[in-house]
């Protein structure tokens, strides 16, 4: 309930999580919104990497091999599983298929090899 609570403000909108437009003649993303407080589908993620790279961490890679919103999600809920806590509500997802489709990637199978020892 907290959180919820968090999430009202003076803004009348019908969405929990949502955002004014500093200009409101904007109409980027206009046709894919219920209403105009609304985030578009790629909101967060931009968001995400532009505070990422306002930080400066990881500005040693590329820009495309830095971390992304949906990769760190994932991995939380990896984490969370593999500490034997459901990741269903972190993930907030109504259909347990779609945690688990996060959760791909992030159980590596290692090949355990022999090895020997050479000196010359």
């Known amino acids: 309930m907290k959180v919820i ?14 955002r004014v437009l500093k ?3 904007s109409k980027k993303g206009a046709k894919e919104k ?13 968001a995400f990497s532009m505070l990422r790279d306002k930080t400066g961490l990881f500005s040693e890679l590329d820009p495309k091999n830095r971390p992304t919103f949906h990769e760190i999600r994932s991995l939380g809920i990896a984490l ?3 500490a034997g806590i459901d990741p269903q509500a ?3 997802h109504t ?3 779609m945690t688990n489709e996060y ?3 992030h159980n590596i199978k290692w090949t355990h090899a022999l090895a020997d020892l050479i000196i010359d």
Do not use: W
């Open 95 to 97: 259909n347990p298929k």
């Open 80 to 82: 969370y599983k593999d």
């Open 23 to 25: 200009r409101m003649s």
């Open 103 to 105: 959760q791909k990637g």
């Open 5 to 18: 609570n968090r999430c009202n403000d003076a803004i009348d909108s019908p969405f929990l999580v949502h």
């Open 90 to 92: 972190l993930a907030g």
């Open 34 to 46: 219920e209403h105009y407080t609304q985030l578009t589908s790629d909101y967060i993620s931009r």
